[in-house]
């Protein structure tokens, strides 16, 4: 385990270019392991969560190179053409729940044995909310456990073969779990349809569109039909928001920041993350915005003014939306005018972490007060935090969060477990130091 130690800033100002989004990434890395031809990717994310999507589509049978290195490094990915491979091993899906859920749906139809393993979190994560649906298609997919209120987890067997489209309604606000459907979907018999009681990212959608895949939208039903063939892409992958999340937060700590994020993704449903930060106070300006294969891509500037820090609850579809951003959201609120309450976000205790036990805990070392609630946080603003030894739980989004909140601490702050950051930003620490001012 290591250590980072983070002394306080005076300020937070500069410009940055990102690594390419975790959630495109792996999208783009599955369904180029699927399609015909060799998919070029730019701007991979360089997180060990959508390498954990790749290694797999290696064993899957892909072939993957990497060529070129910094802001000109390319993957290349040479797909199977609509024929995995039976792979030696069991696929290991590292830390990674968006490589472990999505992958079965994509490899359910395949007549192959798979066995899907992960790391020591992954194994504790619900895959109930997959084996249903998938198991409704008729695939035969079995979990290991069961017997706790949130179903099987990792290990997950599949014996793979021919799958049959259904109708569904996902019960939890889930991408992950519509994708697997989505991807089971494609190469099922029939059309596949169904609907999300909270719009969730639609990167699947985008990218199915991208690698010629056909689906549509009727009212608040998503259909797409089966045995449809894909065929290879070029892209570049726009940067992550959830990593610049971390960024644009500690912005708001400072009042005289100034902070230029280059070639973001701003995807409409990853974006209420920005209306977040204008009603906290952050003053923020969208510039040159384009569309690559559906995702809009923009450069975001973020100042801010003394005094404007204000406060916010987060709660509905709102919480779903910016799920990933609400533990660096949470470990800044005591620095708000007037607090910020999170409800709605019983999902945070089923992710790398419970996020919401870990949020608590964090912030109640650093010196905060607050109360914890089963679905969320109640954080008092006005408080002054001090510097402490933050547990980061090996969860790559608590140790990035506490590393900010310790930007405006008293004293120095110890992230234990540090190297967590490298599941999905592993330049994280490097731009940190680049960006606050000392
Ligand atoms: C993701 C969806 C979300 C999110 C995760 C990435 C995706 O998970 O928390 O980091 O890429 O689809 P859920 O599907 O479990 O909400």
Known sequence: MSTQVIRPARNFQGSVTLPGDKSISHRYAMLAGLAEGTTRLSNFSTGADPHSSLACMAALGAQITHTG???????EITGTA???IQPEHPLDCGNSGSTMRMLAGLIAPHPHHFTLIGDHSLTLRPMERIRKPLAAMGAEIHLTGGDGAQGGHAPITINGGPLTA??????????????????????????????ESVRTRDHSEHALRAFGAN??????????PGHQKLRAIDATVPGDLSSAAFFLCAALLFPDSNLILDSIGMNPTRASLLD????????IKILNVEEHHGELIGTIQVTTVPGGFKGMEIAGALS????????????IAPYT??????????ELRVKESDRIALVAQNLKAMGATLTEHEDGLTIPGGQQLHGAAIDSGTDHRIAM???????RATGDTEIHGAEAAAISFPEFFSHLDELSQR
């Open 337 to 346: 005018r007037d607090g910020i309450t999170i409800r709605d976000a019983k």
């Open 320 to 331: 779903a939306q910016i799920i990933d951003e609400l533990p660096v959201l949470a470990a």
């Open 276 to 283: 977040v930060i204008t009603a906290l106070g952050g003053k």
């Open 401 to 407: 969060a506490f590393s900010i909140a310790a930007l």
């Open 69 to 75: 290195h910094g802001p000109a490094r390319v993957i």
């Open 82 to 84: 609509g024929s995995f």
């Open 166 to 195: 259904i109708d569904f309604d996902t019960p939890i606000p889930s991408a992950q779990v519509k994708t697997a459907v989505l991807f089971a979907g494609l190469q099922a018999n029939g059309t596949t349809s169904l609907s």
């Open 215 to 224: 689906l549509y939208r009727n009212g608040d039903r998503l259909s797409i």
